[in-house]
């Protein structure tokens, strides 16, 4: 039988200099190119259209990009700003100037308008929204969901296994081993389901949170700043924000402001 498999072939292209919102300055990102591919008995038999995403060098945020807005990307490991400057995106500072006149006067203490304010709060918010509203993280398998299918799965069979195969009673397996694979199975089951249906909130704290907390610090919003910014992303549609608790994130923020700069 021949077999159908898709996938997306992941290559680092270089850097470039680009606008990070999370670090508020700009950055080395590295561009990354996606190409969806078709494989028919293991040979490529069609290439689909490539995007960009890039990867800022600096916090880790993963952005898409439109890779004709650079000139050429960088091929060099930690390359100097100003050379990535003027080699990928000369114009970077032309087209980003508002943005780094806000970030300016967010660094030097100056007050920010209460529209700019507010948009800076939202933000991060945003940025992500795709992420938040993805459901493809869903299907990332993490380690308790791994953990748990294992012992849902696998493990009542090498019970039985082990037991036909060393205890030579089979009276004692049948009263014993069959309802300990049974309850093992059982309640790897419950807990499989458990994991695999948070996975995607799991993931939103470990990797998509610590970058919102890091983006909002030098802001400092009050809890009611934080609420009303969950709140118009809960009217935007992003369902997963319900389960996103205005306390947790101001208590992340001002753990992330007593952070040591390095
Ligand atoms: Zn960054």
Known sequence: MVSASFSTEDKAIGYVAEFCIVCRTLRPFDIISHVPTTHIAFICVDKGKVTHTAVCDGCGMEIDVDSSNYITTLDMYDPPMD????????????????????????????????????????????????????TAEYRR???????????????????????????????????????????????GFVLFVCFATTAKMRWIRKHVLPLVYRSLAPLNPSRIEIREALQSFIAAGTKIANKLDPDTVFNGIQAERMRPRL
Do not use: C
């Open 83 to 134: 050379k990535l400057i003027a080699t990928t995106f000369p114009n970077v500072e032309e087209v980003y100037a508002d943005r780094l006149a806000v970030e300016d006067k967010l660094v030097n203490g100056l007050p920010l308008s209460d529209r700019e304010r507010l948009e800076l709060i939202q933000e991060p918010f945003d940025a992500f929204g795709s992420v938040f509203q993805s």
């Open 141 to 187: 398998a993490d380690g308790p969901v791994i953990l748990s299918g294992v012992m849902a799965f696998a493990a009542p069979l090498m019970i039985i296994l082990f037991a036909l195969a060393k205890v030579e009673e089979y009276d004692t397996v049948r009263r014993i081993f069959i309802p300990l694979a049974s309850a093992v199975g059982v309640l």
